[in-house]
């Protein structure tokens, strides 16, 4: 299915600001906001994110009652947005208040005004589950036949983000690791008159007789130094 021309020029709007020098927050509010404009039915739209530690974060909305649901469902632990963080790819509950499937959550979620519910995955092959785009309808308890292919790509658009995010953390990582390791071995070699090879093979013996990260006992060997 190809977009409608007004819909086409809102997806690359939103592209466009994934390569801009915004903020995380400022690119998914974008994409949240125009998700809002241009997928039909729905009058709220909400992004959240998963990290490695399992934490769940909404992180862009359109509207109060995002955060509300939101923290509904990952309060209750059940709901459209928590499957896709777990094993459902796409969750679509049209008519939610005769869903049967989150006992917990659909009573409390249908007071707050909620008449119909899609939650699309945020994944990306080498990262896995980014998070979730989710958007509530209080309006339209039917969902537009449309709405989710649309969304499928808004979610991809923020998978992406996302992922130029994570790209550069662990590239911060990798770089303050290195420096890290690179201090103790100067630490090591001057303490024990080693070489840089020794040396590095020291602190490698000791993570593994330690079953220590290298960083860890690096970071150790570093932070010792700088207190004496």
Known sequence: ??????IAAALAAAARTINQEDSLEDTLATIAHTAQLSVPGFDY???STVDRKGNVQTRAATGDLVWELDKLQYGLGEGP???????????????IRHDQRWPNFVPQAVRL????????????DKEGTLGGLNLYSTTDEDIDPDAEPLAHLFAAHAAIALGHV????????????????????????G????????????????????????????????????RT
Do not use: W
Not at 1 to 6: A, F, G, K, L, V
Not at 170 to 182: C, F, H, W
């Open 1 to 6: 299915m190809e977009p409608r021309p007004d």
């Open 45 to 47: 739209v909400g992004i």
């Open 81 to 95: 947005c928590v499957d896709t963080l777990r094993e459902s790819e796409v969750v679509i509950a049209p008519r």
């Open 113 to 124: 005004g909620l008449k119909s519910q899609l939650a699309v995955k945020l994944y990306l």
């Open 166 to 189: 994570r790209q550069r953390e662990n590239l911060n990582e990798a770089l303050q690791t290195r420096k890290v390791i690179g201090q103790a071995i100067g630490l090591v070699m």
């Open 191 to 226: 303490r024990y008159h080693l070489t840089e090879d020794r040396a590095f093979a020291f602190l490698v013996r000791a993570s593994s007789h330690g079953n220590i990260k290298l960083r860890d006992i690096a970071q150790e060997m570093v932070d010792q130094a700088n």
